[in-house]
């Protein structure tokens, strides 16, 4: 089946440090890959999406690449602020049947002064 | 543009209680999911409607579990005879084109069982 495995939190930086948020995944075919971002007290967002191989997803300051040969998502930013302080999720979608997400099981970020 | 949107956004029930769920997500979205979130873990996949149609079941679905869409638009998580193990946040999300795999989340219900 299909799974995610991210490393675990909770992870604290300090402002402007850089993030990175290993993210491996088991699949197959070819799944879409996803990052949401949780913020306290609010729903799930979409982040960033890559679809297929080498593809590269970014958004606000974030990026990842898709690294078919190493199952890999990992995120990254070179510069964190305090506002990015979030639960931050990985996941996939098969992109056949369902298209039913799978998630990792999240990754606590804090963001300090 | 409205979101998917849930209600109630909270319940808290006693053990043994009924409860019911509903999502109404983007009007022109025609596939809608329910996922259950625990704390620590990241959302976990229930079920799946294309229109009224229910096409899938994760077996996390127990009988206790039922939902619907009646007529392809709003849809409703019903879970009978409530335990303390079906605490949890439950969260709905709708896609829309066949070939867009982006699914958009409401803000989910947070269901307590004491």
């Known amino acids: 089946g299909n799974s995610v495995t991210q490393m675990e939190g909770p992870v604290t930086l300090s402002e402007e440090a850089f993030l990175t948020i290993n993210c491996t995944y088991t699949?197959?075919?070819?799944?879409?890959l996803f990052w949401y971002v949780q913020y306290p007290g609010e729903g799930l967002q979409l982040l960033l999406k890559?679809?297929?191989?080498?593809d590269k997803g970014s958004n606000k300051g974030f990026e990842a690449t898709y690294r078919k040969e190493t199952t890999s998502f990992h995120l990254e930013k070179g510069s964190v602020q305090v506002s990015d302080s979030a639960v931050y999720f990985c996941?996939?979608?098969?992109?056949?049947?369902?298209?039913?997400?799978?998630f990792g099981k999240g990754t606590k970020l804090s963001v300090i002064p | 543009d409205t979101g998917v949107s849930q209600d109630p956004r909270h319940k808290i029930t006693k053990r043994g209680q009924n409860v019911t769920f509903r999502c109404d997500p983007i009007?022109?979205?025609?596939?809608l999911y329910w996922y259950r979130q625990t704390l620590g873990q990241g959302p976990e996949f229930l079920t799946y409607f294309q229109n009224e149609a229910q096409l899938e079941k994760s077996r996390l679905l127990s009988d206790r579990f039922s939902a619907e869409r009646p007529k392809g638009s709003f849809s409703t998580l019903e879970i009978q005879r409530t335990e303390q193990g079906d605490s949890a946040m439950y969260l709905c999300a709708s896609r829309g084109l066949a070939g867009d795999d982006e699914q958009y989340f409401g803000p989910g219900t947070r269901l307590t069982v004491t």
């Open positions: 009007s022109e979205h025609n596939r």
């Open positions: 890559a679809t297929k191989a080498d």
């Open positions: 996941a996939l979608t098969p992109r056949a049947g369902s298209y039913q997400l799978t």
């Open positions: 699949a197959t075919g070819y799944p879409s």
